[in-house]
T-cell receptor, first 114, second 112 residues
C-alpha cells in the first residue's frame, strides 16, 4: 500500500509565483488534512476535508486554497507565494472523524520561497 | 484554545536507558491523545492513540499514559536503542473542528 503520497518532495519558488502541492491517498479515507510545520514548531492545520466536495478552513488558511473533487486527491494551491510560506507541508488522511483512528501522513513537501 | 507543550525539546541518552517523554495540554476536554514519531525528512508515524476514557496504551517497548484531569501524558520507551533516535510529537484532539493540536516535539538521540 502506498498510503499518502505527496509531490513534489522539494520546490523552490520565487515571490509571487504560484504552485499546487499534490496529495493522493489510496486507503479510501474520507478525511484529509493539510498541515504546515515550521522549524521548532508543532504542525498547524491549514485546510481539511471531510469528503469529496467538502472543504473547510483550519488554523492558518490565509494564502492557500484547496479543492476535493475525488476521495483520493486533495491538492493545496499557493496563489501568490510569500517568504512566510516557506515551510514543510504535510498531507494526512484518516478513516473517521474526531481522531478515533490515527491520521496517516505523507513524507512532506519542503518548500522555499525566495 | 488548546496549547500543547513538550519538555524537554531535546534529550540524549545512552543505549539501554529508559526514555521518558512528557506532554502537557491546557484544555482537559479532549477526545484522545496521540503520540507520533518523525524521522528526519519524513512524515509522521502514529505510535499510540489513547482515547479520553483510557489511562494508558502499550505497544511493544512503548507505553503511554494519560491523566486528563492534570492535562498530562507521558511516553515511556523501555531499553532504548539507537534506532529510537527521532523526534516524538504528541497531539490532542479536542473540540468539533477536526483539528489535532500538536506539540513542538522532543528530539531524542540514543547514543550507542
Amino acid at each position: 500500500n502506498a498510503g499518502v503520497t505527496q509531490t513534489p518532495k522539494f520546490r523552490i519558488l520565487k515571490i509571487g509565483q504560484s504552485m499546487t502541492l499534490q496529495c493522493t491517498q489510496d486507503m479510501n479515507h474520507n478525511y484529509m488534512y493539510w498541515y504546515r510545520q515550521d522549524p521548532g514548531m508543532g504542525l498547524k492545520l491549514i485546510y481539511y476535508s471531510v469528503g469529496a466536495g467538502i472543504t473547510d478552513k483550519g488554523e492558518v488558511p490565509n494564502g492557500y486554497n484547496v479543492s476535493r473533487s475525488t476521495t483520493e486527491d486533495f491538492p493545496l494551491r499557493l496563489e501568490l507565494a510569500a517568504p512566510s510560506q516557506t515551510s514543510v507541508y504535510f498531507c494526512a488522511s484518516s478513516r473517521t472523524e474526531r481522531g478515533n483512528q490515527p491520521q496517516h501522513f505523507g513524507d512532506g513537501t519542503r518548500l522555499s520561497i525566495l | 484554545k488548546q496549547e500543547v507543550t513538550q519538555i524537554p525539546a531535546a534529550l540524549s541518552v545512552p543505549e539501554g536507558e529508559n526514555l521518558v517523554l512528557n506532554c502537557s495540554f491546557t484544555d482537559s476536554a479532549i477526545y484522545n491523545l496521540q503520540w507520533f514519531r518523525q524521522d528526519p525528512g519524513k512524515g509522521l508515524t502514529s505510535l499510540l492513540l489513547i482515547q479520553s476514557s483510557q489511562r494508558e496504551q502499550t505497544s511493544g517497548r512503548l507505553n503511554a499514559s494519560l491523566d486528563k484531569s492534570s492535562g498530562r501524558s507521558t511516553l515511556y520507551i523501555a531499553a532504548s536503542q539507537p534506532g529510537d533516535s527521532a523526534t516524538y510529537l504528541c497531539a490532542v484532539y479536542s473540540g468539533n473542528d477536526y483539528k489535532l493540536s500538536f506539540g513542538a516535539g522532543t528530539t531524542v538521540t540514543v547514543r550507542a
